[in-house]
């Protein structure tokens, strides 16, 4: 299985930016999908994650109100629209293919990790 993300780069605060995350290598809508994120220094982050259908999603507490997880299947691929951004968000962030087609937080679900993508929010 591979997790291919991009879209990250150099924004202003306030500004918009929407990852992508290709999947490949077994049935894309059979599993959940999540995005996490590391910044310089600190543990990884979960962010949001999405059941195989996309009719369930959770955010972790940065991400509520902002950003908004989604997923097209027809496309093998999920996504990540991030609005409001803060100097904070700042980090590498990273598609995750679970164990299973449930949503989950918990980095040990998932099986599979892209190789990230660099999202840098400017003061």
């Known amino acids: 299985v591979q997790l291919q993300a991009f879209g990250g780069g150099l924004v202003q605060a306030g500004d918009s930016l929407r990852l992508s995350c290709v999947a490949s290598?077994?049935?894309?809508?059979?599993?959940?999908m999540g995005w996490y994120r590391q910044a310089p220094g600190k543990v990884r982050e979960f962010v949001a994650a999405?059941?195989?259908?996309?009719?369930?999603?959770k955010y972790g507490d940065s991400a509520k109100g902002r950003f908004t997880i989604s997923r097209d299947n027809a496309k093998n691929t999920v996504y990540l629209q991030m609005n409001s951004l803060k100097p904070e968000d700042t980090a590498v962030y990273y598609c995750?293919?679970?164990?299973?087609?449930?949503?989950?937080?918990?980095?040990?679900?998932?099986?599979?990790w892209g190789q990230g993508t660099l999202v840098t929010v400017s003061s």
């Open positions: 995750a293919s679970a164990k299973r087609g449930w949503v989950t937080p918990n980095a040990y679900d998932y099986e599979y």
């Open positions: 290598g077994r049935t894309f809508s059979n599993y959940g």
């Open positions: 999405i059941s195989y259908g996309g009719g369930t999603t």
